[in-house]
Structures are given as structure tokens and as C-alpha cells.
């Protein structure tokens, strides 16, 4: 730390991605990311002359991947706002909708950007505890006191809420946001798009980065009403009116262009979690039930910890947190069927040399 670090950012503890390590090829399976290229509408739309002109600032507005975004969800443009990944959309939300007051909730196991932000801005949070199997359960909510973020499908358990508990949450807070971000949504779970309409106060966080095959794109979305999107566009324009680069938002409006290409990504995905999650189950793996492009599994033979060094010593990489109640599990994300064969290969060999 320098002697010019603000002190309100001396305690704060970053976010930590998924390990990138570059000594030897690794099988990626610890960040989430599509094992499949993007649609081959962003390979043309990325095209030589559109390179040519990045001298030329991008579209504020996003009003191509906007639209696009608004015609795939059935809901007005007013109704969208373009984001540089998802992540950046929970910043505006965190810098729009929280602050000494009014603070923020979430649950004790989800994702550990909603602990960064209210660090980063100041905001008080509090921590609903998830229940035994890991379930969010609608009543702890009620009056909580704050901009409720729920990840749904949650992370890293990859376990879905329903959309009618996700109603009852809007309901019992009429005058509390609920933002619910939907990153692993389209692997099985039930969006809450169709409330945004009905409650003002639910606003839905998407991102291109997992189903639709752009991570390295960082294109993000938020739907809601009217009102709440102009309040987030203020923050954007207060901060970065050109959030996305030129390439980005031709990226995002042709992924979300190829609906046919998507879907069956998607149901290829689900497919292969499907087996390997048996597969995993019958090597006497605990496995959650996972609505996501990853399964959260507990390796019985070895702790959590000593699965993911193994692993990764045998060239696969998963992803382990370190931290109370999921300390035993690691969230291993959905490749190839190539992959996942690769993963229980080395499974089995540790299994072996655990046994000699
Ligand atoms: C991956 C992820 C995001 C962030 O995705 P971006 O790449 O920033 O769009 C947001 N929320 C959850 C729960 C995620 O897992």
C-alpha cells in the first residue's frame, strides 16, 4: 500500500478471480466460462473494418445491442441498459440504489462480488444465512432493510430458487429493490423477467459472459422499469458513457442475434452436466442440485482443499473457496464431454493413489 491509498479502501479486500496460471496448459474448468466459441455472427460483426474504426468513440447509447437485448426479453429499450459485464451493472446498482442508509442484503454463501461492492462503497451489509441445504429461505427477507442482491440460480451451489418465492420476496419488500442476478439463468433456472413489468421494484441483472459464449466480451444487461434504468443511466453517465467499446456491443447484439446457436450450447451444456453430475455421484461425490453451467461437489476421499491441488497438480483446474460451510466443496464448471472425462480420469487416479 502507498502513503496515498485513501483510508477508506485500507481494509478493503479485492475480489479474486478464478486462477489464469500460465506454466503449463491447463484444463479450465474454474471460471465459469463457455467451452464453446462465440456465435459466428460476432466473428463477422468483429470484422477488419470495424477495427478500422475504433479512432471513432462507441455508441453511448448501445442502442443496436439495447434493442436486441429488448426484442430477445419481449420489453421496451427504456426498459434495458447495456453494461460492461454484468459486474459493472452490480456497481451501478450498489452506487444508485445503496448507501449509509439504505444498505444491502444477501445471503451468507453467494457471490463474493456483493461483499467487495458494499466494501468498496461504504455500504452496510446484512448477511442472511442460507439454510442446511444451502436454500435461501423468503421470509428471513422481509424488512431486512436494504437493497436485497440475490443470485439466482446462486453461486457457487448452482441451486435455484423458485420464481414464485422470488415473487414473494418483491412482494413482502414493496419498497426495497430486489435485484436479482441472473447470470447461470438460462441453464435451467426461472427468470424474473416476466415480474419486472408487475413490480417496480425488481430489476434483473444478466450477463453475456456464460450462456452466450463472451466472457472475454464483457457485455452485461439490466432489465427493469423505466424509472429504475434512467436512475442507473445517471450513474453510467456520471461515471463512463462509454461503457462498452465499439467491439463489444457488435459482440453482444450478434450473440444475442443467434438464438438457435445459444439454445444449443446451452442444452449441450446441460446435457454433459447431467452425466458428469452422476458421474461424480457414483464416485461418491455429494452433488448439488445445479441449474448452472457448474456443479458444487463434495469430494468424500479427500477434503475440498486437497481434491482441487490434486487436480490441479494432474493439469485440472477447479475452483475452491476457503471459506466457512463450503470449505469441503469445489465448484468444478461444465466443459467439453472431452473435459469432463479428463476430470473424472484424474479423479479416479487420485482416488487410486489415495487407496495405495
Ligand atoms: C460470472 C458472474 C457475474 C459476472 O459476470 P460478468 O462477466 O461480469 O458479466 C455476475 N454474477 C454472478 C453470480 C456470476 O457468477
Given at each position: ?60 447509447t448501445a442502442?443496436?445491442?439495447e ?8 420489453v421496451n429499450a427504456e426498459q434495458v441498459m447495456a453494461t460492461?459485464?454484468?459486474?459493472e451493472a452490480l456497481a451501478f446498482c450498489f452506487q444508485a440504489f445503496c448507501d449509509?442508509k439504505t444498505?444491502a ?12 461492492f458494499?466494501?468498496?462503497y461504504?455500504v ?22 436494504g437493497t436485497i442482491f ?25 419498497n426495497t429493490l430486489l435485484v436479482v ?15 419486472i413489468?408487475?413490480y417496480d421494484n425488481v430489476l434483473v441483472v ?15 444487461f439490466v432489465l427493469g422499469s423505466a424509472d429504475v434504468i434512467r436512475d442507473l443511466r445517471k450513474i453510467k453517465y456520471s461515471f463512463n458513457p462509454?461503457n ?113
Amino acid at each position: 500500500m502507498s502513503r496515498f491509498l485513501s483510508d477508506r479502501f485500507a481494509a478493503l479486500t479485492p475480489y479474486v478471480p478464478g486462477e489464469q496460471p500460465r506454466d503449463q496448459r491447463y484444463i479450465k474448468l474454474n471460471t465459469n466460462e463457455s467451452p464453446y466459441p462465440p456465435a459466428i455472427g460476432v466473428l463477422e460483426a468483429v470484422s477488419r473494418a470495424e477495427v478500422s474504426r475504433l479512432n471513432l468513440y462507441s455508441d453511448p447509447t448501445a442502442r443496436e445491442l439495447e434493442s436486441a437485448i429488448a426484442a430477445f426479453y419481449g420489453v421496451n429499450a427504456e426498459q434495458v441498459m447495456a453494461t460492461n459485464g454484468s459486474d459493472e451493472a452490480l456497481a451501478f446498482c450498489f452506487q444508485a440504489f445503496c448507501d449509509q442508509k439504505t444498505g444491502a442484503c444477501f445471503p451468507d454463501i453467494t457471490y463474493g462480488f456483493y461483499e467487495v461492492f458494499a466494501r468498496l462503497y461504504g455500504v452496510p451489509a446484512k448477511v442472511i444465512p442460507l439454510d442446511e441445504q444451502f436454500r435461501v429461505t423468503p421470509a428471513l427477507y422481509r424488512g431486512a432493510g436494504g437493497t436485497i442482491f440475490l443470485a439466482n440460480p446462486n453461486a457457487p451451489t448452482g441451486i435455484a430458487l423458485p420464481l414464485a418465492a422470488v415473487e414473494e420476496i418483491a412482494r413482502q419488500n414493496p419498497n426495497t429493490l430486489l435485484v436479482v442476478d441472473e447470470a447461470y439463468v438460462d441453464f435451467g433456472g426461472e427468470s424474473a423477467v416476466p415480474l419486472i413489468g408487475r413490480y417496480d421494484n425488481v430489476l434483473v441483472v444478466m450477463t453475456c459472459s456464460k450462456s452466450r459464449n463472451l466472457a472475454g466480451g464483457r457485455v452485461g444487461f439490466v432489465l427493469g422499469s423505466a424509472d429504475v434504468i434512467r436512475d442507473l443511466r445517471k450513474i453510467k453517465y456520471s461515471f463512463n458513457p462509454y461503457n462498452l467499446n465499439r467491439l463489444s456491443l457488435l459482440a453482444g447484439a450478434a450473440a444475442l442475434r443467434d438464438e438457435a446457436y445459444f439454445r444449443a450450447c446451452v442444452n449441450t451444456i446441460m446435457e454433459t452436466r447431467a452425466w458428469a453430475a452422476r458421474a461424480l455421484g457414483e464416485r461418491g461425490f455429494e452433488v448439488l442440485d445445479s441449474r448452472t453451467n457448474f456443479v458444487f461437489a463434495k469430494p468424500v476421499r479427500l477434503g475440498g482443499k486437497a481434491y482441487y491441488e490434486g487436480l490441479k497438480a494432474a493439469g485440472v483446474l477447479v475452483r475452491h473457496f476457503d471459506a466457512p460451510r463450503v470449505r469441503d466443496f469445489v465448484r468444478i464448471s461444465i466443459g467439453t464431454p472431452e473435459e469432463m472425462r479428463a476430470l473424472l480420469d484424474a479423479t479416479d487416479r487420485l482416488w487410486e493413489e489415495k487407496r495405495a
